[in-house]
């Protein structure tokens, strides 16, 4: 008989230990619904998106007259965007010169440089080649930034 009784005893000893031990494991990890794992921002809006423009500086020569030129004469980007500028000088000695976004970069003849900036300020903003004579001669194009 005291062995049933210890037996039985035992048994809801178990019981509520594993009952005890159920209970602290349920409030120590949620559930996993309680889990938030919805995404802060969109896939599409992690990644950094570039907008990339690739264009070159040059010079050509009109009824005796040097005419230094850029071959894009427009850009528009949304602000916030991360801009890409490709620029390759294929004649003669020219620069790229953005005032707004504080850029002033020489261009060498035959290489391709790379300028790279966040378009942080909103309105239209002129480039340029800053050499004697050829923004006035027409090396010159407009950046449009919009909100």
Known sequence: MKKGIIILLAMALLVILAFVINKSTEEASPLIEDIDTTPSESPAAMIDEVK??????????????TMPQFSLKEMSVKKG???????????????????????????????EIVIEFTADKVGEFTYYCSKPGHRAAGQFGTLTVTE
């Open 81 to 111: 965007d991360k801009v890409r500028l490709k620029v390759t000088n294929t004649k003669g000695v020219h620069d790229f010169v953005l005032d707004e976004y504080s850029i002033s970069e020489e261009t060498p003849a035959g290489e």
């Open 52 to 65: 990339e423009f690739t264009f070159t500086s040059f010079y050509e020569v009109v009824d005796g007259k």
